[in-house]
């Protein structure tokens, strides 16, 4: 965007007040139509998001909600990331908490070895400032159990990061956040319907946050509804183009579960940074293809101490139904076979 176009934006914002702006084009061919939308920041005149969308005359409906709703997830999305890159700006004393769940939640996206670690102390720092903020409670309840190994933590870590996600909703009853990273310390305690029912509460209170569309993805795939959950997960792809790296993850998972093992051994090799856990679900992926060697390669890899690869598929991945656990048993059996 050319610097007098910026500045147009910029002006434009200033006098009617607005932050963000969209705007687009559209023509018609026959029966079909050409839109194109852009999202763009009024204060820098910086375009965020643009896309384009070919709809047939029956379909134009379906499209504008598609457009609103991606909007939407973007604008969610870029005030999250906005206010990463501003609290260094903000009052120390008076915000101090709030900045200090900011630099956490920053700290959350990192791949690190002692990222995790840096962010459950800032968020204990937040709560030592501000003892009744729940979206702090909420999030260093997500950072031990993160810490603790997900579904392979303990029972004494779930118990607690389940006290303080309860605590955060209580106290941010209506923040979808406490919702979500409730729904997840409960799933990974097997609770599956109570989880489902708190991703569901995330959803009415933001329909548009991909991040919590992607997580009902994951856990109907849990529930052995893995088609269901493509279905949701691909919608917050959509909705998110610039998304998290562990959508990959999740999507992974319901692939499997479908028998789409090429895909979603792709989905896995996406990831920056492949652990223990990733490494043996690739191998299940590679033996249930028949291609043994590399299999072998990736179960070779998740060979650290402590770690067991059946113990993680049996116990750290948190299936409602045996049925479905004794299908990624089943790949690293063979991949186990191999290495034998």
């Known amino acids: 965007m050319s610097g007098e176009a910026a500045q147009e934006w910029r002006t434009l914002g200033e006098k009617l007040g607005a932050d963000y702006f969209v705007d687009g084009d559209i023509k018609r061919l026959g029966g079909t139509f050409d839109v194109g939308v852009r999202l763009t920041e009024a204060s820098r005149g910086v375009q965020l998001w643009s896309d384009r969308y070919l709809a047939q005359d029956t379909e134009i ?6 457009i609103a709703h991606r909007i939407v997830s973007r604008l969610v999305s870029r ?7 501003r609290m260094s700006s903000k009052p120390t004393d008076s915000l101090a908490a709030y900045e200090l769940v900011l630099r956490g939640i920053a700290a959350l996206r990192g791949y690190r070895p002692q990222d995790n670690e840096d962010a459950r102390q800032l968020f204990e720092a937040a709560i030592e400032k501000d003892p009744h903020y729940g979206v702090a409670q909420s999030y260093l309840a997500l950072s031990q159990v993160i810490i603790g190994g997900y579904a392979m933590a303990s029972t004494k870590v779930l118990a ?27 799933l990974y305690l097997r609770q599956h319907d109570a989880a489902e029912q708190h991703v569901r509460r995330s959803l009415d209170l933001n329909p548009h946050d991909a991040d919590t569309v992607c997580q009902m993805g994951y856990l109907l ?10 279905a949701w997960i ?14 990959h993850y999740d999507r992974s998972v319901a692939l499997y579960s479908i028998g ?7 989905e896995l090799e996406r990831l920056p940074l492949l652990g223990p856990g990733a490494r043996v679900r690739l ?21 650290v101490a402590g770690f067991s690869p059946l113990d993680y598929v049996k116990n750290g991945i948190v299936f409602e139904h ?18 034998e």
């Not at 005030?79 to 890159?85: N, P, S, T, V």
């Open 61 to 66: 409906f379906s499209v504008q909600n598609e």
């Open 79 to 85: 005030l999250e990331d906005a206010g990463l890159q």
């Open 160 to 186: 607690g990061a389940l006290d303080l996600a309860l605590k955060g909703v209580t106290l941010a009853p209506e923040d979808p956040r406490c919702h979500r990273i409730l729904a997840i310390v409960r």
């Open 221 to 230: 795939t849990m529930r052995g509804r893995p088609l269901d959950g493509l």
């Open 234 to 247: 691909d919608r917050a792809l959509r909705l998110n183009p610039i998304h998290p790296d562990w959508y």
């Open 260 to 266: 789409e093992y090429r895909s979603a051994a792709t």
């Open 283 to 303: 191998a299940a992926c590679y033996a249930q293809m028949g291609e043994l060697q590399i299999a072998k390669q990736h179960l070779g890899a998740a060979a």
């Open 322 to 339: 045996a049925a479905d656990i004794e299908h990624l048993v089943e790949g690293v059996r063979k991949a186990s076979a191999q290495a």
